[in-house]
């Protein structure tokens, strides 16, 4: 199994950015698909979410509003469009697919229930 992220790069505070992160070795319509990220000498934090099941999608209260998680499960591939950037969205951001299902949504954002995880790619907005 691997993921690759990539789409990462330097933008100016304000501008967009997209995120992908496909996938090989596994079906990935069964699993939950995560974003994270981590900033400088910070610990990595949950950013977003899609469900396997109905693609319920979630967000950290930090990018709610900016940031758009969606999945295209015949390209195998999971995106994170980031708008309105901010210089405190700066950071590796990585992608991670859970196969586990929990009853509450909350758990998807810890690093706990993911299977496997991507490389990382650095995001760098310039204030």
């Known amino acids: 199994v691997q993921l690759q992220a990539s789409g990462g790069g330097l933008v100016q505070s304000g501008g967009s950015l997209r995120l992908s992160c496909t996938a090989s070795?596994?079906?990935?319509?069964?699993?939950?698909i995560g974003w994270f990220r981590q900033a400088p000498g910070k610990e990595r934090e949950g950013v977003s979410f899609?469900?396997?099941?109905?693609?319920?999608?979630f967000y950290a209260d930090s990018v709610k509003g900016r940031f758009t998680i969606s999945r295209d499960n015949t390209k195998k591939t999971a995106y994170l469009q980031m708008n309105s950037l901010k210089p405190e969205d700066t950071a590796v951001y990585y992608c991670?697919?859970?196969?586990?299902?929990?009853?509450?949504?909350?758990?998807?954002?810890?690093?706990?229930?993911?299977?496997?995880w991507g490389q990382g790619t650095l995001v760098t907005v310039s204030s």
């Open positions: 991670a697919v859970a196969g586990r299902r929990y009853a509450g949504n909350y758990y998807y954002f810890l690093e706990d229930p993911y299977d496997y």
């Open positions: 070795g596994l079906t990935l319509n069964s699993y939950t």
């Open positions: 899609i469900r396997d099941r109905g693609g319920s999608t």
